[in-house]
């Protein structure tokens, strides 16, 4: 069983920051390219960055230059810190995570619960 945990959400003024962190855990093989999603309120879920294994990152226009993903590869974890946060940004936030599990070996993709980010004008 592997799963994906999510922390880090709550409640921010505009213009305040954010940490969001998320845990893979499990029977997990290898981990490929981790990323965040989001889904704001009657919207579809959209791209916010992705890391691959090697670091390369790939962001949304939309938060280039305020958010920034990073990885620990011991720990199987990524972390999202945004900055400069917009009423915009509001949305349930989701990790996902590419791995490769074991029993049986398979690749997977797993998706977190998601966590609440709200941003207050």
């Known amino acids: 069983q592997v799963q994906v945990v999510e922390s880090g959400g709550g409640l921010v003024q505009a213009g305040g920051s954010l940490r969001l962190s998320c845990a893979a855990s499990g029977s997990i093989f290898s981990i490929h390219a981790m990323g965040w999603y989001r889904q704001a309120p009657g919207k579809q879920r959209e791209l916010v960055a992705t890391?691959?294994?090697?670091?390369?990152?790939n962001y949304a226009d939309s938060v280039k230059g305020r958010f920034t993903i990073s990885r620990d590869n011991a720990k199987n974890t990524v972390s999202l810190q945004m900055n400069s946060l917009k009423p915009e940004d509001t949305a349930v936030y989701y990790c996902n995570a590419n791995l490769h599990v074991l029993n049986p070996y398979r690749l997977l993709g797993v998706w977190g619960q998601g966590t609440l980010v709200t941003v207050s004008s």
């Open positions: 890391i691959t294994s090697s670091s390369r990152t």
